[in-house]
């Protein structure tokens, strides 16, 4: 404990785990967003075209008409019995994940606090998380704040590289410094968009019997798939309760309700409901109540399918784009769903540097570095297809290739 003497200044009130928060670079280069004409593809925004607006007024209304005493209310820490309910059935239904009761399934707010109270429940400082390189912005920033030791393995088109998994835990088994937990995203990841074949998520759940290992499987994206077969997630191979699933409507419905879901085992959920009352008591309860009524009232699926219809659309402009716009040495992910996809540049290119010649141009992406949580990808940055127009879209891969050419 700190000795608290005297007149103290603000920075010596923070707490250790603040200390590491730094406002960055990008930070201030991303405020130049704003500017009207710029075409960002930076965000990682769902399209508000693709809100249902007509059809949540009427589920709105009715949450009104008929469940106002409720939906204004606070509500119970784990969340809304019936969401939890029909949860339990969707994963059965769409996931194959049988076997499920609502005990296992806690609503967050946003699966962003699935991430905060998995963080609280199992990490001590210095404690170590394993994922892939690069892997999602947030996650970082949340293992951190828990001052985690992030150790991460490169993936390639296939997601993390399973053999150099392998050789990784056998080591770190040998010197006794097993991970406390794997964060991995195995349908379109962000930032790169790449999917985790079923055989590596079959090879990388052995590796989780083998070693006792928790995996967290965050899968934001996953509904979204414009084509390709659907692969098993890791939680539907999950006979040892070894794996932690985090859902979120965020981005098959709408991020502004901040409804997610968490599974995990009766034991895990009644830690992370005592942890989730000190932390906000109960999640957005209109929210739950709305989210509800969106799936009771089948709004929910066919919006699924007219969101992966305008993203099919806008990934395929923007790659169609970048064929023909983009110099060859140029190489970059095909994603066959979600909402980003992933440029590496030759070695000697400086995505950080390149970037004020395109923010010049008015054409913004995000650079790749802050994705790698122990540095690197100085020559890759990541593009987001979800929010821009097709017009824009292909205007701004012009820009793109012409700031790329001018290096
Ligand atoms: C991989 C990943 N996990 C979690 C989140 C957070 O989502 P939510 O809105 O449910 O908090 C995001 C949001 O972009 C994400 O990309």
């Not at 009232?297 to 099919?312: G, M, N, Q, S, W």
Request: glycine share 8%.
């Amino acid at each position: 404990m700190n000795k608290i003497t005297g007149k103290l200044k603000m920075e010596d009130l923070f707490s250790e785990r603040v200390a590491g928060m730094h406002s960055s670079e990008i930070r201030e280069l991303l405020k130049l967003l704003d500017r009207p004409e710029m075409i960002s593809f930076a965000g990682g925004l769902p399209n508000p075209d693709a809100f249902p607006i007509e059809k949540m007024k009427r589920v709105v209304s009715h949450v009104m008409e008929v469940h106002a005493r409720e939906a204004l209310q606070y509500g119970t820490t784990e969340g809304h019995a019936k969401l939890r309910h029909v949860i339990c059935g969707g994963m059965d239904d769409h996931y194959g994940v049988s076997g499920l009761d609502v005990k296992n399934i806690m609503i967050t707010n946003g699966s962003q606090q699935g991430l905060n109270l998995l963080s609280q429940l199992f990490l001590n400082p210095g404690d170590r998380v394993l994922t892939s390189d690069p892997t999602y912005l947030g996650a970082i920033l949340t293992f951190r704040s828990y001052q985690a030791e992030i150790e991460s393995i490169p993936l390639d088109d296939q997601g993390i590289r399973v053999e150099l998994l392998a050789e990784r835990l056998a080591y770190l088994e040998k010197a006794a410094t097993l991970p406390k937990f794997i964060y991995l995203i195995p349908s379109f990841q962000n930032p790169t968009g790449v999917t985790i074949p079923e055989e590596n998520r079959r090879e990388i759940y052995r590796l989780l019997e083998k070693y006792g290992l928790l995996l967290i499987e965050d899968d934001p994206y996953g509904l979204l798939r414009f084509e390709g077969d659907h692969v098993p997630l890791l939680k539907s191979m999950d006979v040892s309760d070894r794996v932690v699933y985090l859902g979120t409507f965020s981005k098959i419905l709408a991020p502004g309700y901040r409804v997610a879901w968490m599974i995990a085992t009766e034991e895990i959920i009644t830690k992370a409901t005592i942890a989730k009352q000190a932390q906000d008591l109960c999640t957005n309860t209109f929210g739950q109540y709305c989210v509800f009524e969106a799936i009771y009232h089948d709004v929910l699926f066919p919006h699924i399918a007219e969101i992966v219809r305008l993203y099919k659309g806008k990934r395929d402009c923007m790659l169609t784009s970048m064929d023909r716009y983009f110099p060859d040495n140029i190489s970059y992910t095909r994603p066959q769903g979600g909402m980003f996809l992933w440029v590496t540049l030759p070695e000697s290119y400086d995505a950080f540097k390149m970037l004020s010649s395109a923010i010049e141009k008015n054409v913004a992406y995000v650079i790749g570095t802050p994705f790698f949580p122990n540095g690197g990808g100085h020559n890759t940055f990541r593009l987001n297809y979800s929010y821009a127009s097709d017009d824009l879209i292909e205007e701004g891969i012009r820009r793109l290739a012409d700031v790329i050419k001018a290096q």
